[in-house]
């Protein structure tokens, strides 16, 4: 007769310690990451057999979807990081790196103050694109999206917001990295990397958009890489994630150029430029019993010897 099976874990008795013990062990639980004294694994990967094999791109998939991408993916994912990094100095969060290093603040605080600011407004337009091409998705089912599902979801979304992220820039009448971003989308779809489905939905919306407007609103970056991220199965509430991974390089690369020209105190703008006051015009706060009128002067206080 074979013995009888142990018991389970849950019916051993356990000391008060033990069960503090498994309570510790599992409070920060994780599937990323195994350390122990002389072991280091990322999703089971050894870290020595990453190092010099994975590009960053590749170590950031494998850490967000647990597996290793294909190479073609990593490299689409690295040319929408690298379209990215930088928009110049008028870019509040590169504006703001710049102003904390001649405020004398090191590189690591310069670095979070510029991405503290990368939020809904500046920064989060490549993760509203990917839930509204997630919408318009959606509104298709499992067939391909058309114009009418667009405007379904256009109409929605304006009635809800003032602005369609991604489409449309202050600067650039078109922008030169969202044309070169869907071409390699396009070559992706060609080699059944990625399906083409979100690309598709990306140009119907600009599309869409120039009906409403009788005018062209081309998709700018945030458009763009929300097409590249949708198409790689990434979940639009990571899409500002991967964005600061990107700026955080250009954030860094200001931050440390204003290190080395020493500038001290720079504000938004140069001294020379005013800024517009909008304020009442010269008044004179009238005086209250006793004191004396402001136009007139006071007499100083008689000064007296330390005794």
Known sequence: MPPPNPPADDAVPRSPAEVALAQASAW???????????R??????????????????????????????????????????????????????????????????????????AINVLDDVHGGAGEQCMELYAAVASAAG???AGSMHVHGVLAQYQREHRFVPGFGHRFHPVDPRAPRLLGLVDEACRAGVVSGRFAHIGRLVEQGLREQKGKSIPM???????????????????????????????????????????????????PAIPY?????????FAPRGGDAPFDQPVAPAARTRPR
């Open 142 to 144: 499992g067939a391909v």
């Open 40 to 113: 280091i694994e990322i999703r089971g990967y050894p870290i020595e057999e990453l190092i010099g094999t994975l590009r960053f791109p590749e170590m950031i998939w494998l850490m967000l979807r647990g597996e290793v991408p294909q190479p073609a993916q990593a490299a689409l994912l690295e040319a929408a990081l690298v379209a990215a990094v930088d928009h110049g100095p008028q870019a509040p969060s590169i504006a703001i790196s710049r102003m904390a290093v001649s405020c004398g603040v090191a590189l690591n605080g310069a670095m979070a103050s």
């Open 220 to 270: 700018n970056i945030d458009g763009a890489t929300s097409v590249v991220f949708c198409e790689l199965g990434f979940e639009p509430a990571l899409g500002r994630g991967l964005f600061i991974l990107s700026r955080a390089v250009g954030i860094l690369a200001h931050a440390w150029e204003q290190r080395g020209q020493k500038g001290r105190i720079k504000g938004p703008m140069p």
């Open 28 to 38: 920060w639980s994780t599937s990323i990451i195994r350390m122990e004294p002389g």
């Open 276 to 284: 517009r006051y909008e304020g009442p015009s010269t008044r004179h």
